[in-house]
């Protein structure tokens, strides 16, 4: 029985032998055709499979080296390696990562290239970018600093002369004369803000003003019965002085003076509502020292509106075409609403 056992190996090497040469045969005939073939990262690897490829091996991936073994005995494949659609399993092929391009800038000091595809949105060192939007609270606390303002006022003009006794009056008395005798205001103005508590402003105002003298207790005077006209074009400018505790609010309070020019169209009639000639000579362009107060509240940093109360102080006293002796100069003043565009 050994011998019949002896007898059947040997015969299986002597058969074995002739198939084990062969396939070295053929793996040296590939390797000859196949001398122009370049290797990559892995050499033998890369070999290898075009060998698995010329004899219909399968595809086996093989880091350690040429195993002939188990390629003659087919080993088992991976599952990458059975789905895999191409000659070469991708663990095989080069792999190479290349970063994306970067729009960010190198820091400075930094060496390198800053290849920038975008040309929009390309940043310069030591540039503040604006923000792309506003906030509320960025509004109402003055992010962005406002410088100027042009706008417009309406409102009402009002005089304080002789005619009328309105220099005289007791402040309840002059509120009523006031409100049955006042006239148009219309302006436009310019302001610059030269800091936060301090601006100049220049503009120009026309005035319809005038006045009654009818009240009973003057009937005894030299113009009882009286009335004028005034019409005035004013030319100013003016020193504003801010609330500095309100430098990042929306609201604002100032107080201002400065100097002007007006010119004054009179017109005096009497009782009989018959114009009158006023033989007193004067210039008809006069100076006025403008005084007064205002605020202002800012809308979205795009408007503002405000309220603002100016009186004149006048270097004559025929504002109204009556001098009396010994009398202060006539005054005027006006109550306007204020709506500008600040930048």
Known sequence: MCKNLKKIFSVSLILLFPLLI???VVSENSVENNENVLLN?????????????????PVVNNSNGDNFFRRLFRGNRTVAERRSQSKEHPTTRRQSYRPPESNSQ?????SGSTNVRSTENVAVENVQKSPLGVSRRDQE???RPITWEIGINVGSA??????????????????????????LNFGLYTKRLLSSWLGVSFGMDYGSYGGHHSCSTL?????????????????????????????????????FTGIGVFFNDLRLFNEQNRPV???????QVQPAIPVGLGFGYVINNQVRIGYELGYRYTMFNFFDGVGDKG???????????KVGIVF
């Not at 190198?106 to 930094?110: D, N, R, V």
């Not at 009398?327 to 609403?337: A, C, G, K």
């Open 41 to 57: 990262e892995t050499g033998l690897n890369s070999l290898i499979s075009s060998l698995y490829s010329t004899n219909s091996f």
């Open 22 to 24: 062969k396939a070295e």
């Open 219 to 255: 009937a005894d005077s030299d113009y009882y019965g009286y009335r004028f006209e005034n019409n005035v074009f004013e030319f100013f400018g003016k020193l504003e002085l801010h609330a500095p505790f309100l430098e990042r609010k929306a609201f604002d309070l100032y107080g």
């Open 106 to 110: 190198l820091p400075m000091g930094s």
């Open 141 to 143: 606390m003055g992010t």
């Open 327 to 337: 009398s202060v100069n006539d005054r005027y003043f006006s109550n306007v609403l």
């Open 277 to 283: 000639t006023i033989e007193t000579d004067f210039n």
């Open 158 to 183: 009002h005089a304080v002369t002789d005619i009328g006794n309105a220099k005289n009056m007791a402040f309840g008395d002059f509120m009523g004369y006031q409100t049955d005798n006042y006239g």
